[in-house]
């Protein structure tokens, strides 16, 4: 896919980086751990000792220390009792009329006292089944509809360039959002901390003749995530297309900046922005004029890939560290996602130029709209706390498609076990991974999400799948009317 400034897709960029990995290190599996602080508090207890009762008849206080520390008493020389002993804890009459008993020195004891101050880590959900994910899934992916403002918008995938990793696909160097795997930095200055998805429907990102679901770059593997905290809390901002955020400020929201890596070169990594001298933040310049006309940018909405790719703003989009990952409760008046997702319902079915779903050249299937990608961009500061905390809740689900057979699936079961190690998800709720789920990519079907042993349709192809590509080879030459989503055109 083309990108504006005249960059290189994400996609493409991210194969190039992952395939040197420049900014992977070493790192091994950790797990979280409840911290326990121990407060030592010295309490000292000053006890004054009273004077010992003088010829009272019965023993001194029981309070005073059994041994107390005396001052030495002088030689005695009658304390008037008759007894001679001078103590003070004879029989007599108590009078007093003797030498004065010896005085006790003041007693002071020490007591120390241990607190112990435990943080409670919350119980961590119980990954759904196989079949529980697969159908929540199917509910997204077949759920959006652009007149219903309470229908699901899609599946929020985003496919893995390593495929039987999680954490070897995230590039965050910040130490709030914590990476048990590996330990990154800069790579060409690109956007740290920024994680890049789109949102699946059978509205977008289809195979126009069939309206098939159309994984990314043929990957075999993805993660899906809670659709619910990507709408109230992780989307930063959203593109109707490939946004080409790589080299983005503000974590792939807002202008494009240089590739490098030295420190105050002004690159998209460091996210410094340059007009304040500080990291940037929603109200910036290089921030705000990214935006898409209508949401305070410099920019109109594109109607395709073609031209300046403008955002719309997500929930995120106010976060810049300002708060607690885990207090962060989102920014709701600045949630676009939805308008994004009807705008691109819109655009579907134009071209890049004239309106029509494709254009009369070699490469037309590539250039109908429908199978284009959004992009969705998930603030990585927000979503890693969370994910440590609680795995199975922010990431319902990892994937594998159908065509890319049982090493795909073998893939994502790795990854769902790196996952569970990394988190402690795999001690708390042993033999309860987050489930792998496949995604049907054979033939066209109304769900495509599915669990192992009950792929939707035939494992391979068939002669459906024959006559649809020589339909859309006619299709492509321009030789018969083009269809995309029931609306169909002359040739031309």
Not at 264 to 279: E, L, Q, R, V, Y
Not at 357 to 374: E, Q
Not at 419 to 440: C, F, K, N, S
Request: glycine residues 10%; contains cysteine.
């Amino acid at each position: 896919m083309s990108t504006s400034g005249g960059s290189i897709s994400n996609f493409e960029l991210e194969a190039q980086r992952d395939g040197t990995s420049p900014r992977a290190g070493g790192g091994g599996l950790g797990r979280p751990q409840v911290i326990s602080i121990v407060i030592a508090a010295v309490v000292a207890v000053v006890v004054l000792a009273a004077a010992v009762p003088q010829f009272m008849g019965h023993e001194a206080s029981s309070q005073a220390d059994p041994n107390p520390p005396t001052t030495p008493a002088p030689a005695p020389v009658g304390d008037g009792d008759g007894d001679g002993d001078g103590d003070g804890h004879g029989g007599g009459d108590g009078d007093g009329a003797g030498t004065p008993a010896p005085t006790l020195a003041p007693t002071t004891t020490t007591t120390t006292t241990t607190v112990t101050t435990t943080t409670t880590q919350m119980p961590k959900t119980m990954p759904m089944t196989e079949k529980e994910a697969a159908d929540y899934l199917n509910h997204l992916w077949a759920g959006f509809d652009e007149n219903d403002d309470a229908s699901p918008l899609g599946v929020t995938m985003s496919f893995a360039s390593k495929p039987d990793s999680f954490y070897k696909n995230i590039y965050c160097s910040n130490p709030k959002a914590p990476n048990p795997v590996q330990t990154t930095g800069c790579w060409q200055g690109l956007a740290d901390c920024r994680l890049s998805c789109s949102i699946y429907s059978h509205k977008y990102i289809v195979e126009e003749n069939s309206n098939m679901i159309w994984p990314a770059l043929k990957r075999t593997t993805a993660y899906a995530f809670n659709d619910t905290m990507v709408q109230t809390k992780y989307a930063k901002c959203a593109y109707l297309w490939d946004g080409a955020t790589n080299n983005k400020y503000f974590r792939g929201c807002g202008d494009g900046a240089p590739g490098c890596c030295e420190e105050g070169c002004d690159s998209a990594f460091f996210n410094i922005c340059p007009s304040t001298g500080k990291p940037c933040t929603w109200d910036d310049v290089e921030v705000k004029r990214g935006a898409c006309k209508q949401f305070g940018g410099d920019h109109t909405s594109p109607m395709t890939h073609s031209g300046y790719q403008c955002f719309y703003p997500g929930v995120a989009i106010g976060y810049h560290e300002q708060t607690p990952p885990t207090e962060w409760t989102g920014d709701q008046k600045n949630n676009h996602l939805r308008d994004m997702c009807k705008q691109r319902v819109e655009y579907n079915c134009k071209d890049d130029e004239k309106g029509y779903p494709g254009k009369n050249d070699d490469n037309a299937a590539g250039r109908w709209n429908l199978r284009k990608h959004n992009e969705v961009v998930l603030d990585e500061l927000l979503l890693l706390p969370d994910l440590m905390l609680d795995p199975a809740k922010v990431l319902p689900a990892v994937l594998y498609t159908a065509k890319g057979g049982a090493k795909a699936r073998n893939d994502a079961i790795m990854m769902a076990k790196e996952i569970g190690e990394a988190t402690g998800l795999d001690q708390e709720h042993p033999g309860r991974p987050i489930p792998a789920v496949g995604i049907y990519n054979w033939h066209p079907v109304t769900n495509p999400f599915y669990d192992e042993g009950n792929m939707p349709g035939p494992n391979g192809p068939n002669q459906n799948e024959i006559v649809m590509a020589e339909a859309r080879a006619l299709s492509e030459s321009n030789t018969k009317q083009v269809c995309c989503n029931d609306n169909c055109h002359p040739p031309r």
